[in-house]
């Protein structure tokens, strides 16, 4: 068998060693033998090499990169956010920080492309902000003088500003989702956060409430009734739905109020 007849695919998913081909020099001197090195066959080799070594992280492709933390203004957290303006008020069973005040925007910086995440470092994980990525600023930011600072502080920075303020960004929904919208990797940081006996499912709360399924996440999306999003299942608050239980039982349920009768004469 010879590297050159056989795809890195193969390779892959049938195990193939440097034994099935002969041996590594073998192999190597075999697709070398018309005096130019083949790209594909390379690649396959250093597949084969770094199967034999059991190497998973390219060190020798290591990249240098600019990390800012940033914090947001009052003005973002209380004015565009709607966060809790007492600091240090934290609630719920879902444990956090109800003025973002532990919320952080992270930027990496690299080549003159910017990523942009949110991070509160109690929960221990990064989302992207927006789009996430900031990117083409020439051919400037290949010039030893390029300055990451500057492109953060000169570029990055007002570019995010712009498409928060003009609403690209909704920093309110990308707030709340980061605590609500939770990864389903089993996160220490996370974890400590959460009880599951302070939560139930949707088919619990509906069961309890006397509503359909749909009615009980649509009070979560209009967040009457606290909760979070995992793995694709909804959980919601135990005691935000007995908090509903109990309110309807000493006022009745609410109704829906209906608009105005239309004139027909107009």
């Known amino acids: 068998m010879k ?5 890195i695919g193969q390779i892959a998913w049938d195990g193939l060693t440097w034994e099935d081909f002969g041996g590594r ?11 130019r090195a083949d790209r594909d066959s390379a690649r396959k080799a250093a597949f084969l090499d770094d199967r034999e070594g059991g190497r998973v992280i390219e060190d020798d492709e290591i990249r240098k990169i600019d990390v800012y933390s940033l914090k947001l203004t009052d003005f973002a957290r209380i004015g565009l956010a709607n966060a809790d303006p007492e ?5 719920g069973p879902l444990w956090y920080d109800r003025t973002y005040g532990d919320m952080s925007v992270i930027v990496e910086v690299m080549w003159g492309v910017a990523a942009a995440y949110l991070k509160d470092y109690n929960f221990g994980y990064v989302k992207p902000l927006g789009e996430c990525i900031y990117d083409a600023w020439g051919e400037e930011c290949e010039t030893p003088e390029y300055d990451p600072l500057e492109l953060l502080t000169q570029r990055v920075i007002p570019e995010i500003e712009l498409d928060i303020l003009n609403g690209k960004i909704d920093l309110a929904q ?10 389903a990797a089993d996160n220490p940081f996370i974890r400590r ?4 006996a302070d939560f139930m499912s949707v088919a619990e709360a509906s069961e309890a409430l006397g509503v359909s399924g749909a009615r009980v996440k649509k ?19 135990r005691d935000e739905v007995q908090e509903r239980i109990d309110y309807i039982a000493e006022h ?15």
Do not use: N, Q
């Open 87 to 91: 600091p240090g008020e934290i609630g």
């Open 174 to 183: 990308e707030l709340y989702d980061y605590y609500h919208v939770l990864p």
């Open 3 to 7: 590297i050159e007849e056989t795809t």
């Open 219 to 237: 009070m979560a999306i209009d967040r009457v009734i606290g909760g979070f999003k995992r793995d694709g299942k909804l959980w919601l608050s």
């Open 25 to 35: 020099e073998a192999a190597i001197a075999a697709w070398r033998e018309d005096g």
């Open 252 to 266: 009745g349920k609410p109704t829906r109020c209906k608009g105005p009768k239309k004139d027909d004469d107009r």
């Open 193 to 196: 956060r959460i009880d599951p």
